[in-house]
């Protein structure tokens, strides 16, 4: 079956620090791939996706490139601000026999302090 | 409206009875997705629906689990005899191309259900 795997947190760095949340997933075939955040007291929202091998998905200075020869997805900033820290959901999407469910990482908490 | 919305925003239950969990999805959106996040479990796919039918139910853990949709648009998650591991923040989504790669899944901000 489709699994996604991410690394534990929590995750605490200081500000202007580089942020690298690993991600690497297993599926039947060839799926779409997503970053989801959660800030604190809010509902989970899209931060990017990339839906081909070699795709860059980016969005407020967070980054991730789809590599399929590896099967992973990190997300990357170069320069965490406090405002980042929130819990962060790798996810997956194979769009197979009509089935569109998310399947989603267990989520890493960051922490960003000043 | 502007975003989903859910209802209510949080529900305290004992165990045995019966509650029900509502979603209003995105206008026009003719996908809508039930997902539970628990602690232990993490983020879990409950129900697909497409329209008014549900092709795909298989993350239901149990049959005191159901859910339907009307008009497509509403949709009702029904939990009968709650049980204590039924705790957690019950999501609802929707989104307007469930077939496409590219497609995004706006989640509402979800319900806390505590049964105690």
């Known amino acids: 079956g489709n699994s996604v795997t991410q690394m534990e947190g929590p995750v605490t760095l200081s500000e202007e620090a580089f942020l690298t949340i690993n991600c690497t997933y297993t599926?039947?075939?060839?799926?779409?791939l997503f970053w989801y955040v959660q800030y604190p007291g809010e509902g989970l929202q899209l931060l990017l996706k990339?839906?081909?091998?070699?795709d860059k998905g980016s969005n407020k200075g967070f980054e991730a490139t789809y590599r399929k020869e590896t099967t992973s997805f990190h997300l990357e900033k170069g320069s965490v601000q406090v405002s980042d820290s929130a819990v962060y959901f790798c996810?997956?999407?194979?769009?197979?026999?009509?089935?569109?469910?998310?399947?989603f990482g267990k989520g890493t908490k960051l922490s960003v302090i000043p | 409206g502007a975003g989903v919305s859910q209802s209510p925003s949080n529900k305290v239950t004992e165990k045995g009875k019966d509650v029900e969990l509502r979603c209003d999805p995105i206008?026009?959106?003719?996908?809508l997705y039930w997902y539970r996040q628990s602690l232990g479990q993490g983020l879990e796919f409950l129900i697909y629906?497409?329209?008014?039918?549900?092709?795909?139910k298989s993350g239901l853990p149990s049959d005191r689990f159901s859910a339907e949709r009307t008009g497509g648009s509403v949709s009702t998650l029904t939990i009968q005899r709650t049980q204590q591991e039924d705790s957690a923040v019950y999501l609802c989504?929707?989104?307007?191309?469930?077939?496409?790669?590219?497609?995004?899944?706006?989640f509402g901000p979800g319900t806390r259900l505590l049964v105690l």
């Open positions: 989504a929707s989104s307007l191309d469930p077939g496409a790669r590219s497609e995004t899944q706006y």
């Open positions: 206008s026009g959106h003719t996908a």
């Open positions: 996810a997956l999407k194979y769009s197979g026999a009509g089935s569109y469910q998310l399947t």
């Open positions: 599926a039947t075939g060839y799926p779409s």
């Open positions: 990339a839906t081909k091998a070699d």
């Open positions: 629906f497409q329209g008014n039918s549900a092709p795909d």
